[in-house]
């Protein structure tokens, strides 16, 4: 079975500063990786994903995260954070078996709070 | 394009009423449709997924079912809503399992 960890439930930084959202997941078969963003009272957008490929993804709205398959982690990071980057993030993996992909297993979520 | 709607948007139903949400998906054929559940500080929990019409998978045993009666509509539903039911309800779709898309959502509390 598969598992993700978000490490952090929540994350405060000020607006402009890097920030850093960590995701380890657990894994017997290869997974494809997502990162999708959660505003207040919204449903989920995609952030990125790593499907294959080069290591380093990525997405919109200045995001990025980079596949350590060793350490099995998809950390995303933004070097620069806006107030408008203030909503819940989700780290997702689906599996890979037999050629097919599996339904996606979610962390539990890491609210960022960008204050000015 | 593609679109997902879900309706309705908010609602607030007694305890031991039905039940039905609706999703529809428009701008493409056969594909995947999943229903979540996301409780507060719990992350979201995949209840049914269904890969076409009258195929449908339960994740979770519970008090809640899904149909399917056509391609791109997939209805959640309930004889008696408990008051554990409440939590905010998300459709999605994808092509092949392969990238999910999401819905605007459902908060449903149960009173």
């Known amino acids: 079975a598969q598992s993700v960890t978000q490490l952090d439930s929540q994350v405060p930084v000020f607006e402009e500063a890097p920030v850093e959202l960590r995701c380890n997941y657990s894994s017997s078969v290869s997974v494809y990786l997502f990162w999708y963003v959660q505003y207040p009272n919204q449903g989920l957008q995609l952030l990125l994903k790593y499907l294959s490929g080069s290591t380093l993804v990525k997405g919109i709205n200045g995001f990025e995260a980079e596949f350590n398959k060793s350490q099995t982690s998809f950390h995303l990071r933004k070097p620069s954070v806006h107030i408008s980057d203030t909503a819940e993030y989700f780290c997702?993996?689906?599996?890979?078996?037999?050629?097919?992909?599996?339904?996606?297993?979610f962390g539990k979520g890491t609210k960022l709070s960008v204050k000015p | 394009s593609q679109t997902i709607h879900q309706w309705p948007a908010t609602l607030v139903q007694p305890v031991g009423s039905p039940l039905s949400l609706e999703c529809t998906v428009e701008?493409?054929?056969?594909?995947?449709l999943y229903w979540y559940r996301q409780a507060a500080g719990r992350g979201l929990q995949l209840l049914f997924y269904?890969?076409?019409?009258?195929?449908i998978s339960s994740e979770v045993p519970q008090n809640l079912s899904a149909s399917r009666p056509q391609d791109r509509q997939f209805i959640l539903s309930s004889k008696k809503l408990l008051l554990s039911d409440s939590g905010f309800y998300l459709c999605?779709?994808?092509?092949?399992?392969?990238?999910?898309?999401f819905g605007a959502g459902t908060r449903l509390s149960v009173l």
């Open positions: 269904s890969v076409g019409i009258g195929q």
């Open positions: 997702a993996v689906s599996p890979i078996v037999g050629g097919s992909q599996g339904n996606l297993i």
């Open positions: 999605a779709w994808s092509y092949r399992a392969n990238i999910q898309y």
């Open positions: 701008g493409t054929s056969n594909p995947n």
